[in-house]
Nanobody, 116 residues
Framework: QVQLVESGGGLVQPGGSLRLSCAAS????????MSWHRQVPGEQRALVAS???????NYVDSVKGRFSISRDNAKNTVYLQMNSLKPEDTAVYYC??????????WGQGTQVTVSS
């Protein structure tokens, strides 16, 4: 029922910023918890940030103070603002939608590379 399309990835220098976007379609966006995950080759996919339908945010310790998740229900879009980027932030970033009923959906991912 839900299709997710990420955009905004790219190559940036350490200390730089990027804003990722995830556009959703095909269902009722406002009832889903939205989150961003990242994965590097040979490692497990890991949660980065999440936001509930009520706007409650959660972040992994390594990105607290640097990343910010937000949602615009009118646009069916969730964002991840990434500041003070570090080389260890390099990964494929995935958008994820989930709800208590058990329905969940993944986006296709967008590459973020932090390098000088």
């Amino acid at each position: 029922q839900v299709q997710l399309v990420e955009s905004g990835g790219g190559l940036v220098q350490p200390g730089g910023s990027l804003r990722l976007s995830c556009a959703a379609s095909g269902s009722i966006f406002s009832i889903y918890t939205m989150s961003w995950h990242r994965q590097v080759p040979g490692e497990q996919r890991a949660l980065v940030a999440s936001i509930t339908p009520g706007g409650i945010e959660n972040y992994v310790d390594s990105v607290k103070g640097r990343f910010s998740i937000s949602r615009d229900n009118a646009k069916n879009t969730v964002y991840l603002q990434m500041n003070s980027l570090k080389p260890e932030d390099t990964a494929v970033y995935y958008c994820y939608a989930s709800r208590v009923s058990g329905s969940s959906y993944w986006g296709q991912g967008t590459q973020v590379t932090v390098s000088s």
